[in-house]
T-cell receptor, first 114, second 118 residues
């Protein structure tokens, strides 16, 4: 069975602080994809990144970076120099071969205070 | 940038009534999905649809739910007899290619329909 765990329910930081959102996944499949989505207060789900199980290279996109470590089954997301606009719920998700569903974690609500 | 469009954005319905939630997926996408998010909770898979048939459904997707692609552009979710516990945000999504990759940009989600059953 597949599972995604986001142990941090809520995180509160002050603007310009760096913050890391943790994601731990479980699957027996060797081919899978991991995703991060942002859900702002308006409610939509915004795609941030996808990473496949064969590519452990870390990725940086502006203030966002992702650290994928198969050895610990983790796919953590770091926001550098956080801004108020980063306040949202962030979901980590997993999709595996042979299935059609994406399994979401419970989400981490990030509050960035000015 | 192409979008998945969902209508209505909000729907209030009385318990026992039928509702139809509508979605227009991205035009060149072939795989379609419905997800549900009860307020403050995780996003849960309901059903996937490909080649005019259901490819996978969850245990949530019981006989009161149905999906349809009535024409070349729309994708609908029907709830036959709504219950209070059906109150949730319903997301439609689409993808170019099959899971797990989903295509160049993964899965594109619509903005959701907030369904309130009273």
């Amino acid at each position: 069975a597949q599972k995604v765990t986001q142990a941090q329910t809520e995180i509160s930081v002050v603007e310009k602080e760096d913050v890391t959102l943790d994601c731990v996944y479980e699957t027996r499949d060797t081919t899978y994809y991991l995703f991060w989505y942002k859900q702002p207060p308006s409610g939509e789900l915004v795609f941030l990144i996808r990473r496949n199980s064969f590519d452990e290279q870390n990725e940086i996109s502006g203030r966002y970076s992702w650290n994928f470590q198969k050895s610990t089954s983790s796919f953590n997301f770091t926001i550098t120099a956080s801004q108020v606009v980063d306040s949202a719920v962030y979901f980590c998700a997993l999709s595996v071969t042979g299935g059609f569903k994406t399994i979401f974690g419970a989400g981490t609500r990030l509050f960035v205070k000015a | 940038e192409p979008e998945v469009t969902q209508t209505p954005s909000h729907q209030v319905t009385q318990m026992g009534q039928e509702v139809i939630l509508r979605c227009v997926p991205i035009s060149n996408h072939l795989y379609f999905y419905w997800y549900r998010q009860i307020l403050g909770q995780k996003v849960e898979f309901l059903v996937s649809f490909y080649n005019n048939e259901i490819s996978e459904k969850s245990e949530i997707f019981d006989d009161q739910f149905s999906v349809e692609r009535p024409d070349g552009s729309n994708f609908t979710l029907k709830i036959r007899s709504t219950k209070l516990e059906d109150s949730a945000m319903y997301f439609c999504a689409s993808s170019e290619t099959a899971p797990p990759m989903g295509g160049r940009y993964g899965y594109t989600f619509g903005s959701g329909t907030r369904l309130t059953v009273v």
